[in-house]
């Protein structure tokens, strides 16, 4: 059966409802929710969530259901119509209106237009369609502008309710912090999860609230993440003691010493080894299948090379990733010229949220946003080590570099 179009209620009313229940999920977001996560991606996934887009008719593409028993000798004729948007803006009667709405079937994408007793006359029923068309199109005219209208006061809206949360939720994280005492855990959060200790472990916890039927999903604690860090920085000063036993070493080599280095301190499921080689430049750490934590290795062959090894680094990488390394070996002189433009290009890439500090040397430290996920955000340490290269170990100098030679990129 056809019910009649905008006749549901008043649309003025459906759109002040619609900004209540803006307001009320801004109040339901919780405050950890709006303190870890861009503001400007807040307000953009709410604004993108209650947007309206009114239906749009595509009349050309309309058809006509071979199954609603018209024969010669007329009678029911359906017509269905392909229309793009919110199927809901049917039911509402703009501001103004007609006193006889045109009625239809409303279904997934199509209105289905109904007309009985109609005759054999072609040009009387291309007339009778056409009109009912044009009835639906004047009305959905009045709903465009009204849902035009809401929409520009949405993103308003949201940008100040979410604006006005966040500011509460710092003020009673500032007023928590300030009062020194321990925070008492709740129990509604999933507890965090970790390896059985056998040689040091990494921790993996829960990266987010998952569905009550779903496991928490893994993520590397934070200490260990700066734990495995200072683990591979601590080559650099290898590195810097004993330089001819690295000059000769290539980018694979390099890879595999770090390996070695981070299996020695941590261990992990029944392989062994918590860090493995992954495709040719990973070194990754998994729980139960999953990464946890992935590091790209790239030899400095200018600012381009680091702007792609991060754009690589973040392709690898699944919602689940949080925290993430990019290994950067210059074999260049020119040390200190590379650590001055390693900042500089992670302003530039195109995710670039913020800076963030780093407790070590010849480290930098980002916040990215996820490029194909605005709402997800990445931490990436960039760790820069200057790698000695030597033509010979007879053309060595007393400190390993190159003599009367010019370094390789």
Not at 176 to 204: A, K
Not at 243 to 269: K, Q, S, T
Not at 282 to 299: H, P, Q, W
């Amino acid at each position: 059966m056809s019910d009649a179009l905008f006749a549901q209620g008043v649309l003025f009313d459906f759109l002040e409802n619609r900004k209540k229940t803006v307001r009320v999920e801004v109040g339901s977001i919780t405050e950890h929710e709006l303190l870890t996560n861009d503001e400007d991606d807040v307000c953009a996934a709410l604004t993108d969530k209650y947007h309206l887009r009114a239906p749009v008719l595509k009349a050309d593409e309309k058809r006509i259901d071979p199954g609603d028993g018209y024969g010669t000798g007329g009678g029911r004729l359906r017509v269905w119509i392909p229309f793009e948007g919110d199927s809901v803006l049917f039911g509402y009667r703009p501001n103004e209106w007609r006193d006889s709405p045109p009625s239809a079937i409303v279904g997934a994408g199509e209105v289905g237009l109904t007309f009985d007793h109609v005759g054999t006359d072609a040009t009387a029923i291309k007339r009778d369609i056409a009109g009912a068309i044009y009835e639906i199109g004047w009305h959905l005219e009045r709903v465009t502008a009204e849902g035009e209208t809401f929409n520009q006061e949405l993103q308003t809206l949201v940008e100040g309710a979410v604006k006005r949360r966040r500011n509460e939720a710092l003020t009673r994280a500032n007023l928590v912090r300030s009062l020194e005492i321990p925070i008492r855990r709740r129990q509604d959060v999933p507890v965090t999860y970790s390896f059985p200790v056998r040689r040091r472990r990494p921790v993996v916890g829960s990266s987010t609230v998952p569905a009550a039927t779903s496991p928490p999903e893994p993520s590397l604690a934070m200490a260990d993440y700066e734990g495995i860090l200072r683990m591979i920085a601590s080559l650099g000063t290898c590195v810097e003691r004993s330089p001819r036993a690295f000059a000769a070493m290539n980018e694979e080599d390099l890879r595999w010493l770090c390996l070695v280095i981070l299996n020695a301190h941590y261990e992990g499921g029944a392989v062994g080894e918590a860090f493995s080689y992954s495709g040719k430049t990973d070194i990754l750490i998994s729980e139960n299948g999953r990464s946890v934590f992935v590091a790209e290795c790239k030899v400095w062959q200018g600012p381009a090379s680091l702007s792609n090894a991060v754009g690589q680094l973040l392709s690898y990488l699944t919602w689940r990733d949080t925290k993430a390394a990019i290994l950067l070996f210059s074999r260049r002189k020119s040390f200190s010229r590379v650590l001055a433009v390693v900042p500089d290009v992670l302003r530039r890439h195109s995710t670039f949220r913020r800076e963030t500090p780093v407790p070590m040397e010849n480290a930098f430290r980002v916040v990215l946003g996820r490029p194909d996920d605005p709402g997800q955000e990445i931490i990436v340490t960039v760790l820069a080590f200057d790698v000695p290269v030597l033509a010979s170990p007879e053309a060595a100098s007393s400190d390993g570099r190159q003599s009367g030679t010019t370094a390789a990129s």
